[in-house]
């Protein structure tokens, strides 16, 4: 068996065998540091330092079944030696599940992980299956990539897919929703802005409204835009933009002054905010960790008043309000538990104000307990 040298230096020999469906099993040894071992993982530690575990006086231990190239992955990442990016796409989902096992800390994964997706053509993935590795990882810019390229390029419901087995491992549910969330509205400010001429239209008394309202939405129907309700079914947001490039309607020379608008003009001005209007969903924005006010609660109260340079604090990269507005709401519970705070908050201020009222501090369990009930 060939020795893979993690540290040249180590004191410890770990065995890892892996299972192929097509092929016979192999095995994998590496030379490690068993201290590094130990500080890296209470797993580990439990395991080489316990008095009644029969590895921890042993310089020979054996993970069990696993991945040899994620094994190598993490041994490395952890020895902070010569780090390697072999891994095929789904052994992402093992090194995930590694990560978990051994109670590693993911955070010092991220920097490997930003390095294997610049050498990657991620091109030949799904947009859909790089949202967890990309989540998982902190890769901000990736994030943002898949979601804003699921938000207009895909065609119906949005949904997240796995390419393993490893189904435990996924988005939290709100993420998809909100994602879907911002899609729909992508579709109400674009309905909105093509159905504004319809409006102003059924609104005029001249006698040629009824006929440049038909062919307005005429034109819209020949190149597949209208009616929304059932193109949105068959196309994406990004290919309903194309096909709006072609828009050329021009009302008749005969027509009021109030039918004789610049249509091609309104059409193109609607197109240029629906694509601009959705950045993506931002990993910093849904880190609560980084309030945008200096307080998490205000700035859910404040959602609707953040000024543009606000919506950015503590972000990586530059976006517009929705990108904050549908990323903050992405995790429910924990917008929920704010909501909570506030309620308990105002309730123990009324309480201290009242005269002759002897205040009692309130444990976080029975003002949990006092609102649920």
């Not at 796409?89 to 993911?106: M, R, S």
């Not at 994964?109 to 967890?132: G, R």
């Not at 087995?165 to 509205?185: D, F, S, T, V």
Request: hydrophobic residues 35%; glycine residues 6%.
């Amino acid at each position: 068996m060939d020795v893979i040298e993690v540290d040249p230096a180590g004191d410890l020999f770990v065995d890892v065998n892996q299972s192929y469906d097509d092929g016979p099993p192999k095995s994998a040894r590496f030379k490690v540091n068993k201290a590094v071992l130990k500080k890296v993982s209470q797993v580990l530690l439990g395991m080489l330092a316990g008095s009644h575990r029969r590895e921890s006086t042993q310089s020979e231990v054996s993970l069990g079944d696993g991945h040899i190239a994620v094994t190598e992955v993490w041994l490395r990442v952890m020895h902070r030696t010569k780090l390697v990016y072999n891994l095929l796409f789904p052994e992402l989902w093992y090194l995930v599940q590694t990560i978990d096992y051994y109670a590693l800390d993911i955070t010092r994964f991220n920097d490997w992980f930003a390095t294997w997706y610049e050498q990657q053509n991620v091109l030949m993935f799904k947009s859909a299956e790089l949202l967890f590795p990309t989540w998982r990882f902190d890769h901000a810019e990736g994030f943002a990539k898949w979601t804003c390229d699921l938000a207009y390029g895909h065609t119906g419901h949005i949904t997240e897919k796995n390419p393993t087995e490893l189904y435990q491992y996924h988005l939290p549910a709100r993420l998809i929703q909100q994602l879907n969330a911002a899609k729909g509205r992508l579709r109400t400010v674009l309905f909105r802005g093509l159905w504004d001429p319809c409006h102003h239209l059924l609104a005029a008394n001249c006698d040629c409204k009824e006929k440049t309202l038909f062919d307005y939405q005429k034109h819209l129907y020949k190149i597949d835009v209208w009616p929304l309700e059932t193109i949105f079914l068959k196309y994406s947001i990004h290919e309903i933009l194309g096909n709006l490039a072609q828009f050329s309607y021009e009302a008749p020379a005969s027509a009021c002054g109030e039918c004789h608008k610049d249509y091609k003009g309104i059409v193109e001005r609607v197109a240029i905010m629906v694509k601009g209007y959705f950045n993506c969903l931002c990993l910093d924005c849904l880190d609560h960790s980084k309030p945008k006010t200096g307080d998490i609660d205000m700035d859910y109260w404040r959602h609707d008043k953040l000024k543009e340079h606000e919506w950015v604090l503590g972000c990586r990269f530059r976006h517009k309000q929705p990108t904050w507005y549908f990323s903050f709401n992405g995790l429910k519970e924990e917008r929920d538990r704010l909501v909570k705070r506030r309620v308990s908050e105002r309730r123990t201020q009324y309480l201290r104000n009242q005269r002759g009222y002897t205040f009692h501090e309130e444990s976080e369990t029975d003002e949990d307990e006092d609102e649920e009930g």
